[in-house]
T-cell receptor, first 112, second 111 residues
């Protein structure tokens, strides 16, 4: 069965650079979520999209932006990267906004 | 802020024993979900229990929900080494669809 696809799986950037993470949800899932998870931390909700419109906003820094495209894939854009942005970034999708989330394997961002 | 709180933060047991993890939350919910995360991997959904349900089973997993106490427990019976992972609870508040995550319980199963 198709799963949530995230790319790249690993990314190394310098401080003040920009990074873009991509997420391809499971087909027919109408909601996409972005999470950030620092080492040893619980997942922190960043932002979600329902039917290509921003749905909820969590602790997403102003330096980050995200969008969902007509083919339902989503991109998380991060600018002016800081050391503290080093984390695992997960994308998840769901068929029902109140239901089960299916997570991708994550994109590990390292900021040097 | 995260409304889910889990205890214990870490649990280490012998293979074959039962493991119980607890989750508490603060607001009314539609449902509560449990997820497992192996180190550095994506979270995997285990079970969802709705606010009108009190208990749910899935294989070796048993989840209970007490809405009067705003708490849930996850019981893993006959634990195996492969159960070693972090376990998170997540609730969706009545007012919106945003999931609120607990801090997780790190479970270690000793062979």
């Amino acid at each position: 069965a198709a799963g949530v696809i995230q790319s790249p799986r690993h990314l190394i950037k310098e401080k003040r650079e920009t990074a873009t993470l991509k997420c391809y949800p499971i087909p027919r899932h109408d909601t996409v979520y972005w999470y950030q998870q620092g080492p040893g931390q619980d997942p922190q909700f960043l932002i979600s999209f329902y039917e290509k419109m921003q749905s909820d906003k969590g602790s997403i820094p102003d330096r980050f932006s995200a969008q969902q495209f007509s083919d339902y894939h989503s991109e998380l854009n991060m600018s002016s990267l800081e050391l503290g942005d080093s984390a695992l970034y997960f994308c998840a999708s769901s068929y029902d906004r109140a239901g089960e989330l299916f997570f991708g394997e994550g994109s590990r961002l390292t900021v040097l | 802020s995260q409304q889910g709180e889990e205890d214990p933060q870490a649990l280490s047991i012998q293979e074959g024993e039962n493991a119980t993890m607890n989750c508490s939350y603060k607001t009314s919910i539609n449902n509560l979900q449990w997820y497992r995360q192996n180190s550095g991997r994506g979270l995997v959904h285990l079970i969802l229990i709705r606010s009108n349900e009190r208990e749910k089973h899935s294989g070796r997993l048993r989840v209970t929900l007490d809405t009067s106490k705003k708490s849930s427990s996850l019981l893993i019976t006959a634990s195996r080494a492969a159960d070693t992972a972090s376990y998170f609870c997540a609730t969706d508040a009545h007012s919106n669809y945003q999931l609120i995550w607990g801090a997780g319980t790190k479970l270690i199963i000793k062979p």
